[in-house]
Nanobody, 123 residues
Framework: VQLQASGGGLVQAGGSLNLSCAVS????????MGWFRQAPGKEREFVAG????????RYADSVKGRFTVSRDNVKNTVYLQMNSLKPEDTAVYYC?????????????????WGPGTLVTVSS
């Protein structure tokens, strides 16, 4: 399984970005998908996750109401729509896949990781 995130870039505070993560392989629809981020000097943290089927989602408190995670099981892609961005959202964003039923918020709960995409929010 290979994951490739894209869509990062530089945006002003208050702006929006939509990240995508394309996943190879025929079993994408069976994975829980998660988004994590890692700012310089900080640990990688959970941002959002979505179950394989049904649309149930989970968010970190810091992004609730601003970020939306979704997936397209036909296109093998998971998305992260980020609105009202803040400078503290600046980080490398990673997508990850888990062979689980429910969304988990720990990095060790995920089996596959992509290389990440950088999001920079200027003030």
């Amino acid at each position: 399984v290979q994951l490739q995130a894209s869509g990062g870039g530089l945006v002003q505070a208050g702006g929006s970005l939509n990240l995508s993560c394309a996943v190879s392989g025929p079993t994408f629809s069976t994975y829980v998908m998660g988004w994590f981020r890692q700012a310089p000097g900080k640990e990688r943290e959970f941002v959002a996750g979505i179950v394989s089927v049904g649309g149930s989602t989970r968010y970190a408190d810091s992004v609730k109401g601003r970020f939306t995670v979704s997936r397209d099981n036909v296109k093998n892609t998971v998305y992260l729509q980020m609105n009202s961005l803040k400078p503290e959202d600046t980080a490398v964003y990673y997508c990850a896949a888990a062979r689980r039923v429910m969304v988990v918020i720990t990095t060790r709960g995920y089996d596959y990781w992509g290389p990440g995409t950088l999001v920079t929010v200027s003030s």
